[in-house]
């Protein structure tokens, strides 16, 4: 319990001395808890389900806490993220995933598709893009409604606002269905980018360490999302004007596209520097022009599990109950109201 009362803390940015006070406990006696020296009675067991959003039965189950930066968990972060960001981060991952696990034990869901799994010794990124794209059917050219074929592919897609833009996202394996939590505060095309990473986190690392695993995960998620042999006529010349009609068509931003360019060897180094001065004179450095054109990508399929509930006819309190929430918790990713969670 002790690992569980601490991630919950910490996914909902708490110190000690915050649950402290909502709990009315000491911080010794928390710190007891939090270090399984001590087991909380029903009584502070209850309080800390109520300041923790969860159910009492959630608190008392077994569950296993892992790392983001565990062999089977990634984050899509830039290198000078403040470490208390990330570790909040980590813990609502892990939050999510105990959640959806608890519901996964009394529901069922058959995908149309699997998300395959490589050895990345013997698998390229590329090669690996290249099969799942394969695997799923994808029409040749961009990919429409990245998070559908995610979906369709038994993956929970779920946006938050991370509060800070040097965290695009985090995913994780949940049995057979993986859980990727997206910051809901970037353009579509750096979500599309980053669903495409998080994917390849998940079809090259699934309990894999290797040596480089971002630069693996941003080579599949080039080719999957701009495959070379169609992509590559289009990128020459790759001025900003030809950049910004194919950012409408393939659904990724102009740096994305550029360098893409670069790596496919059409445009030279000399070129590079010129295109970010470019692009740094205009302020598309920081923010691109036309995001706002491309076509939302809106993760649903939490919507269509709850919805699918009601249907049987479980009430909101139950399918809550069932996922380990407290009945008024504003986490429920499962009630119809307003909630602060948000899945689109």
Known sequence: MGDVLETLRRARGLTQADLCVQADVTQAALSRYENDLRMPDDDVLERFATALGVSKGFLRRDHVVRGALAVDAHMRRQRTTKASAWRRLEAKLNVHRLHLSVLFEEVSMRAEQTVPTFDPIDTTPGQAALMVRAQWRLPIGPVRQLTRWLESAGCVVLEEDFGTSRIDGLSQWIGDHPVLLINSGAPVDRKRMTLAHELGHLVLHNGVAT??????????????????????????????????????????????????????????????????????????????????????????????????????????????????????????????????????
């Open 211 to 344: 040596e480089d695993p971002e630069r693996e995960a941003a080579e599949f998620a080039a080719e999957f999302l701009m495959p070379a042999h169609v992509i590559k006529p289009d990128l020459h010349p790759a001025t900003l004007g030809r950049l910004r009609d194919l950012k409408r068509v393939w659904g990724v931003s102009m740096q994305a596209l550029f360098e893409r360019a670069y790596t496919l060897d059409r445009v030279p180094t000399a070129e590079r520097t010129s295109f970010y001065k470019a692009m740094n004179a205009r302020g598309w450095k920081i923010t691109e022009p036309d995001s706002e054109h491309l076509a939302p990508e809106t993760p649903q399929l939490i919507a269509a599990i709850g919805e699918a509930l009601r249907a049987k006819g479980l009430t909101d309190r139950e399918i809550a109950e069932m996922a380990g929430f407290a009945d008024d918790s504003a986490d429920n990713l499962f009630t119809q109201s307003e909630r602060r969670l948000q899945v689109v």
